[in-house]
Nanobody, 131 residues
Framework: QVQLVESGGGLVQVGGSLRLSCAAS????????MGWFRQAPGKEREFVAG????????DYLDSVKGRFTISRDNAKNTVYLQMNSLKPEDTAVYSC????????????????????????WGQGIQVTVSS
């Protein structure tokens, strides 16, 4: 079993930055594809960013490209989401997730944008961007 715990969320003004961390325990996630998802009130959960096991392949939601950066430190069993130039529409609960399937290890495919591909989830953390 893998336990995921997010940290780094909070309240920030428009244009500000936050760095979310997702610390894993129970098992190494070094070979897992990792993703960040978010869910705003009244909206469906959506894929935000994904990263392959080596960090060599990443993918982003179109609306966050150029503003958000996903990265990982396998030695620390941790994944990060650096969020810059935040907008009110980025307000949501952000969750990290782990996909252990080796078939999706090498690239962030369309299936990796789907929440059903991920077996392990954190509890989520609130990010609020005030205007």
């Amino acid at each position: 079993q893998v336990q995921l715990v997010e940290s780094g969320g909070g309240l920030v003004q428009v244009g500000g930055s936050l760095r979310l961390s997702c610390a894993a325990s129970g098992r190494s996630i070094s070979m897992y594809t990792m993703g960040w998802f978010r869910q705003a009130p009244g909206k469906e959960r959506e894929f935000v960013a994904g990263i392959t096991w080596s960090g060599g392949n990443t993918d982003y939601l179109d609306s966050v490209k150029g503003r958000f950066t996903i990265s990982r430190d396998n030695a620390k069993n941790t994944v990060y989401l650096q969020m810059n130039s935040l907008k009110p529409e980025d307000t949501a609960v952000y969750s990290c997730a782990a996909d252990p399937d080796p078939r999706r290890r090498l690239t962030i495919s369309q299936s990796s944008r789907n929440a059903y591909a991920y077996d392990y989830w954190g509890q989520g953390i609130q990010v609020t961007v005030s205007s």
